[in-house]
């Protein structure tokens, strides 16, 4: 999974707004670079540095952050160009508003992201932390999940995966067995074991999501009861689940909706989010048309999660 620099030209007055937009759209941080920062600045370990100036704009502040390249990338910046550009008709100067992405190098990743992803609250009981953060549980029934997502999808802050964890807080039973379909870090599968799943078949296409979410399962000590394997959507899977969970795009969603109604057991759950709100009416009928049940939708930002049940 590689990663992008969403980088906006703005004033000071749009810098809260267009940060919550950014927070909004699933980025993990946001930093602002405003030339009057440039000053000599101390690190931490008491060295004196200057700023480059070349990083800062000459009139306005660039806000920028963090954003997963994957299939929704495309949609998410449009929406937040849209959510931007729409600040004026609240009276918010939003200057230049020229907005540009580049691809962070995987080199200098690490060090990028791991100062923005920090402790984050999902739902009602799920709370998720980067494996290099002290954290102490606010309540005795508080689920922490521990995670290194890496390059593989899923830091849990994409609203497709906090609607994802918030239907299975809801919807998972004790002891159910369940498919979690493009699994990218692993991080519903976790989620799914903390919750009391007996057992979690993970598949994804993608070698380096299939060894993120082994290696999260074994961060988070339940390894034995992940099994992370690479596989296409549900071809070839004969285990017959109590839950299915996929977040993946409402076009491939709609591929595999007949192999998830087949295999589910009488009464199941089929939890599908990462469907865009144009494309929502697409995948109802898709389901509905292989004989689920529409128990639920959820939708956050442009994002909708629908809940089935066979
Ligand atoms: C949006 S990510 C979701 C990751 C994680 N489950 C979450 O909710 O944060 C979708 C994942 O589906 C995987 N994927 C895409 N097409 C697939 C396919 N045909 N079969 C299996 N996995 C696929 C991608 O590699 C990616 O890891």
């Not at 000599?40 to 370990?45: L, R």
């Not at 890496?150 to 830091?155: K, N």
């Amino acid at each position: 999974m590689k990663w992008s620099e969403i980088c906006i030209h703005t004033t000071n007055e749009a810098i809260e707004p267009v940060s919550n937009i950014l927070h909004e759209a699933g980025a993990s941080g946001v930093v602002i670079e405003d030339p009057r920062d440039m000053i000599k600045e101390e690190n931490s370990f008491g060295e004196i540095y200057e700023l480059n100036p070349e990083d800062y704009p000459k009139e306005g502040v660039y806000v920028k952050a963090y954003l997963q390249m994957n299939s929704f990338l495309g949609e998410t910046v449009d929406s937040i160009k849209q959510s931007v550009t729409n600040l004026t008709l609240y009276n918010i100067d939003i200057g230049r508003n020229s907005v540009s992405l580049s691809e962070i190098h995987e080199e200098d990743w690490a060090t990028a992201w791991k100062k923005y992803y920090k402790p984050v609250k999902i739902s009602e009981r799920i709370t998720i932390i980067p494996t290099w953060e002290e954290y102490e549980p606010v309540s005795s029934d508080e689920l922490i999940i521990e995670m290194d997502p890496g390059m593989a999808f899923g830091t849990g802050t994409h609203p497709t995966t906090v609607l994802s964890m918030q239907a299975l807080e809801q919807y998972l039973k004790p002891e159910d067995l369940v498919l979690d379909v493009g699994s990218g870090s692993g991080i519903l599968s976790v989620a799914s074991i903390l919750l009391g799943a007996e057992h979690v078949h993970a598949f994804d296409l993608d070698e380096v999501a299939v060894k993120s979410t082994f290696n999260n399962a074994e961060l988070n000590h339940v390894q034995n009861q992940i099994t992370s394997t690479k596989n296409d959507l549900l071809k070839g899977v004969e285990i017959q689940p109590d839950l299915i969970v996929a977040n993946i795009l409402a076009e491939i969603i709609v591929q595999f909706v007949d192999d998830a109604y087949r295999l589910l057991k009488d009464d199941g759950y089929f939890i599908t989010s990462g469907i865009i709100s144009g494309k929502k009416d697409l995948v109802l009928e898709r389901l509905k048309q292989a004989g689920f049940e529409i128990v639920e939708t959820n939708m956050m930002e442009d994002w909708v999660l629908i809940i089935a049940k066979k």
